[in-house]
């Protein structure tokens, strides 16, 4: 969340967020690269996909492949129209400026989903298989939502985009401090950069086995929540997976509309909604301060409704608690970040007879999960406290009346995580909360991020609960 997450920066290294040298020959010939972003994250069936690339050699090759139990590659061409361009010096907050290189419109035949672009180059005359040359790599994505939305299904997944660029320190800066340049923290980070993502560590192994299983699923990115609200109207459950961990106002919006009209919401995540983010240019930028609200343009203003700091902070007074059921401020760490590093990673149930757990053969007390550490890394929970031997939340968190606790796991914050908030009880220990409440529609929450492994891992109570969830909250 705040402290050094080096973690993600290997993951986003090993998702392809760098240029990779395949070979290397003949060192004093320059380096050999190529890099790119597309114009929009999200696109329909029959609208344009621009990729803005930079790249050393004039011929390169483009190859789509769309992610989930087959990898099935959609298009692959070879141009030669490559060009290198500089790297401004604010790229990280203000984009490359890249012209378009390669313009494609997406057919109607493409299935709604993850669309991996791995562009390639070589030197040698462009040719890809030859002794000694020398040739790079990089991947981007977009994302295909549904050309008639809700008609083949009634599930919508909103990918984590913005996470992705809030750790994206290509260029200079991301929103954290630990891997930017001289160690600097950004406050205002670009799409209009290369950006690889953090997609295959939590949202692909949920996708993997949802399709696997018989489920379909619309795709959209987390700002189409703020820019097409209209999707959400031909939905019956929309879904959260991973680290769906920055949210702007329109995004809460438009999804807690859904909810009271009777709309229902799966976050299968943790540290979800924590931070408000602003976008800006049309949805190419997002804006956070963070830890640094005070420095926030809008601090002086004394309206922090929109303050891009923690949803939970005080003066922004809007804990993510009221849409989720949980937040960061009663949960914390789990096998990471120092704490709870010998932990379980697993729940422990304390209502056992809830619909949720049918077909589980689960009792009070049992624990699941812990093979494949389902509860780790970030986790949200929420304040309660035990009545004859279970947990019941205080309410006075903002979590909504009728959330009930379903299962636990003891989580915390890192010491210096809790250093610059001024209300924050420094030794408080938390929990990961699985829980669910109705409001309208029903909102379920498993407040970890690390659930989809135990789907990738095969767990039975994890596959089942999860069956549990799609299957009625779809109808």
Known sequence: MISSCLRIHLILLFA??????????????????????????????????????????????????????????????????????????????HGCQWPAAFELTIPDSWQSGYYNVRLSVADRGGKFIQRNSRSAE????????????????????????????????????????????ANLQGHRVSFNRPLAGQFANWELPFIIWAESNGYQLDYAANSD?????????????????????????????????????????????GNSVCWQVRSEDDGRALTCWKQWYNQDPLFPDGDHRLLSTLWSHHLVNRPENQLTGVGFLYGGYHKSHGQFMDGSGAYQVHRPAHWVFEKTGIKQGDEFGGKDSIVGYECDGCQFEMKEGLPVPTFKDGTPRTFEILAT???????????????????????????????????????????????????????????????????
């Not at 981007?140 to 009634?154: C, D, E, H, M």
């Not at 959260?240 to 709309?263: C, K, N, T």
């Not at 109705?438 to 994890?462: E, I, M, Q, Y």
């Open 409 to 475: 796991c003891p989580a915390k914050w890192a010491p210096g995580d809790s250093l610059w908030y001024d209300r924050f009880e420094k030794d408080r220990v938390g929990a990961a909360v699985l829980g669910m409440y109705t409001s309208g529609g029903t909102v379920f929450t498993v407040g970890s991020t690390d659930w989809a492994h135990g789907l990738r891992g095969k767990d039975p109570v994890v596959q089942q609960v999860t069956k549990n969830i799609l299957d009625r909250l779809s109808k």
């Open 138 to 181: 990089s991947n981007l994505f977009f994302i295909v939502r549904a050309k008639q939305p809700g008609s083949q299904t009634k599930i919508l997944i909103q990918l984590s985009t913005n996470t992705y660029n809030a750790y994206n320190n290509w260029g200079g800066s991301s929103l954290y401090s630990y891997h930017g340049r």
């Open 16 to 93: 392809g967020m760098l240029t990779i040298p395949l070979a290397a020959a003949d060192d004093d010939a320059g380096s050999i690269f190529i890099e790119g972003y597309t114009n929009q994250l999200s696109y329909q069936p029959g609208e344009k996909v621009a990729l803005h690339l930079s790249s050393s050699e004039p011929q390169y090759t483009v190859e789509i492949t769309r992610r989930g139990p087959e990898n099935k590659t959609v298009f692959k061409e070879t141009r030669t129209n490559g060009a290198a361009y500089p790297v401004p010096e604010n790229a990280s907050s």
């Open 225 to 269: 929540l703020e820019f097409h609200p209209e999707l959400l109207k031909h939905y019956r459950l929309v879904l959260s997976v991973g680290h769906d961990e920055y949210w702007s106002a329109p995004m809460r919006d438009h999804l807690e509309q859904f909810i009271s009209e009777g709309g229902n919401v799966a976050f299968f995540s």
